[in-house]
């Protein structure tokens, strides 16, 4: 009832307006300013992080007196198979709900942030299956292996409070959970990722920490510049999915993000993560990151593509590098066709007690989908859509693997636009 009513006062016909890339010339005054400075709001995407000024921001937006308001959504239903001795098969529902507020307060801005989701119910604590994907813990004693964790029930509780003067402002962001200044926006907030019906295998090398419990980042901005740094909690969410941990502020982490024209998005970070994995807790990681973004508009059509390079230290362990590549392009915003190359060192592909667990072995995947849109009944647009995937193992681990698996997924998805 709260969601259904908080839709029908966003698309009140005096008020509403749908953000889409037909939205990025915006007037730099009042609501249209983004909540951390005097700039485009399609400029602001996951936490505090940067997409381009001409990058899609879906949502509904409107306003309520001096508050400006935004009703985000997308949720799919995906039936997946993943190929090779080690694949699985099963039908899963993922989903995100982040709605956001701001308004002049004394000389600034004050910003309100929350986001949910229902993975915990819709895909269980087991994840779903995705082959070379690790990361995080099902029961608290064993690792996730090939399979890809499910989001918090709280992605994201976070408050802000900006003061501008020109184009110039200064920043407070605060949340538990919230998202640090450590990498490029979250795979399900930036246009080139939010397409795709799964995490991108190298989801622990650039946004692992965009649930994280506790969170506090300071930040300036110098028109197209933005220096961040922030202190949070290392330790990323456990396998008990619908609670609130206990926030901590053990780890830091620097971001200089500049977005030299209206197309591009850049940043370069770095982070010292506490104990980010419950079952290594005598691991810490130094994180490094860089990535670019681009959003190009041409008559009927968007155009996105991110390329991002990290590498975690592991203290004690080995360094290990991941690279990534993906692409998105929306004709007419019916036909969206989506494409993801990745390489990555993996040391967590085998269980203790297997004689390769913390080796450390090369592997990647080249993934490609479809998606048709069908004609939107506003505010909510439905499609339907096709993913397939190759994967990529050494010689060593292909009789665990098979020479190059193959998998695929069908899926529904509906988002709020």
């Known amino acids: 009832m709260i969601v259904l009513s908080a839709l029908l006062f966003l698309r009140s016909p005096a008020q509403a307006q749908t953000h889409d890339h037909g939205s990025m010339h915006h007037a730099m005054s009042g609501p249209d300013w983004g909540m951390y400075g005097p700039y485009p709001t399609t400029r602001e995407a996951s936490g505090t992080s940067w997409q381009p000024d001409r990058g899609v921001h879906l949502g509904l937006h409107g306003m309520k007196g001096r508050w400006s308001l935004m009703l985000h959504g997308a949720a799919d239903i995906v039936f997946d198979r993943q190929g090779g001795p080690r694949g699985d098969e099963k039908v899963f529902g993922a989903s995100m709900l982040m709605g956001t507020a701001s308004r002049p307060l004394g000389p600034g801005t004050l910003g309100l942030r929350a986001m949910l989701s229902l993975d915990p119910a819709t895909i269980g604590k087991e994840g779903y299956p995705l082959l070379l994907q690790t990361g995080e813990t099902a029961d608290g004693e064993t690792h996730l292996i090939d399979r890809q964790h499910p989001h918090d029930l709280f992605m994201e509780l976070a408050a802000s409070y900006s003061v501008s ?92 993000s500049v977005n030299p024209t209206p197309a591009w998005a850049l940043q370069t970070s770095f982070g010292r993560l506490e104990s980010p994995e419950q079952l290594e807790p005598d691991v810490s990681v130094d994180r490094t990151t860089a990535s670019a973004i681009h959003a190009a508009d041409w008559g009927a059509g968007h155009w996105e593509t991110m390329l991002a390079w990290a590498r975690n230290r592991n203290r004690p362990g080995p360094t290990l590098d991941a690279i990534a590549l993906e692409s998105v392009v929306q004709l ?66 292909r009789p665990v693997y098979g020479g190059r698996p193959t998998s695929w997924m069908i899926f529904t998805h509906v988002v709020l636009r």
């Open 332 to 397: 007419r915003q019916r036909h969206t066709v989506f494409a993801r190359a990745e390489r990555v060192e993996k040391n967590e592909l085998f269980q203790e007690g297997d004689p390769r667990h913390g080796r450390v072995f090369d592997v990647g995947a080249v993934c490609a989908g479809y998606r048709f849109d069908a004609p939107s009944f506003a505010p909510i647009t439905a499609g339907i859509g096709v993913l397939g995937t190759v994967s990529f193992v050494p010689g060593g681990i």
């Open 165 to 256: 003067s020109g184009n110039r402002s200064l920043f407070l962001y605060g949340g538990s959970p919230g998202e640090p200044a450590l990498g490029p926006p979250a795979f399900m907030h930036r246009f080139s990722g939010m397409a795709f019906p799964q995490a991108p295998i190298t989801h622990h090398w650039f946004d692992s920490s965009h649930i994280t419990f506790g969170v506090l980042t300071f930040g300036a901005v110098s028109g197209r510049t933005k220096l961040e740094v922030s202190a949070f909690r290392g330790r990323e969410p456990d396998q008990d999915r619908y609670d609130v941990e206990s926030p901590e502020l053990d780890s830091h982490s620097i971001r200089f």
